[in-house]
């Protein structure tokens, strides 16, 4: 109830600060004489550079604000609605040069005044951020260098298009559209700041360090860490933080993983991180040493069996997505929780089964426990499940009141959207259904 009410606030907000810069235009001192056309596309080309300055905010990673979202969630509004600022953006001059050929000649840059030579910089900059982002993984591009473009790219977006409006200065003049347009930049500048300056300044003040690299099954390690000179974190199982291992917690890029040990973490206590070398990055994690320091930001995300509560859990792993299922298993161990959960866990191999003792101590530790292994390229001899999870495996196992319980799925993208199918396909309702993607971006 609480998240729904804080919710409903942080949306009000949302939209209030997107449609604020329309009381710019509604006032006395109007230029008399445009047409209307003219009128609504500068209001347009408010909202649209309202709706751009927010970006910052979505991606802030304000614990309150993602708390009734999670922040998955708003990373995925994030890329949505840029497709709505995109509009608006374009949107505004077309509009202008229909509403009156006399705009037309601002199109030749050569000539043209600096407003509207911002204005072009500012369309220009949007355009190549959305096809690098669109496209990253065609264009080749790795995920650190789009992030840095895309950082640079999306300021340089803001700052042209307030510099094109202070420029126009139609309505950025008379003293309360001089504080709305100020309390913007102001704004957009703490934006900045917090997400630059001030939040990594908290993480440096909250280091953690190494104790164990430990290897395991599936080219992955387990990082365990422990908070130095402060009380660390508790999470709710499932949940994820960005780290910056032997990084400054200021370096531009951090790495989402999820947390695998039990969320109950008491003051001081340790906490764990298994992460699969996939790339460059994860790939230098077994040769981290312990007193390593290390920089967490979090704990961030909603896919979580506390916020989904039901008589009993359906767990659906893929790889190394099995990860947050373990710290839920974990957490269920040692709150006494008996609930029944059946985890369906796809891997290739047998030898590549990541977590894989520590998922048959759980089995024998927890009754209410299933594990079904399925892999996908089985050594011979191997009595399991074989091939892919479809409906069909999953109605041999699933107990008789799987309809009633929350079913979590994580691992690949194509393997996640296979298996939201096939639960549907065997009648759990899609309400029913949560998955988190480890490839969000
Ligand atoms: C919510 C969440 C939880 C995750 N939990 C785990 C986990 O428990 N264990 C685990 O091994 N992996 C986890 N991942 C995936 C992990 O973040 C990526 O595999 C890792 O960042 C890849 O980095 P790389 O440079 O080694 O690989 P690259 O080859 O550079 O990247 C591979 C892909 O990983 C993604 N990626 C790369 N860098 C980042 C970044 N800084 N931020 C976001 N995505 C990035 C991109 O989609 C990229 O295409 C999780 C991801 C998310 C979003």
Redesign the pocket.
Known sequence: MRNLLSGLVWIFLYLAFCLAPLALIIGQDNPPGRPFLVEFSVALGFVGLSVLALQFALIARFQTVAAPFGI?ALLKFHVQITFFGLGFALVHPILLFLADPKYLPLLNLATAPWRARFAFTSVIALLVLVVISLWR?RLRV???VW?ISHSILAVAVVLFALLHASLVGFYVVGIVRHVVYDAYIGGLIFLLLWIRVLSPIGRYRRPWSVVEVRPEYGN?STLVVEPVGHPGFRFDPGQ?GWIAVGRSPFSM??????F?SAADTPEGGTIS????A??????TIPSVRPGTRVYLDGPH?VFSMDRRQAPGYVFIAGG?GV?PFVSMLTTMKERGDVRPVTLFYASPRWDEVILRDQLAELDAALPNLTVVHVLSRPDPGWAGESGRITAELLRRHLPPQFRRYEHLICGSTQMMDAMEDALVEVGVPPSRISS??????
């Open positions: 998955d993984r790795s995920y650190e992030h992955a994820f890029t951090q790495h989402p993983f999820s695998s991180i298994t992460i699969k996939a790339g460059d990055y994860t790939r995300g190394v990860t988190e993607r480890f490839d969000m971006v």
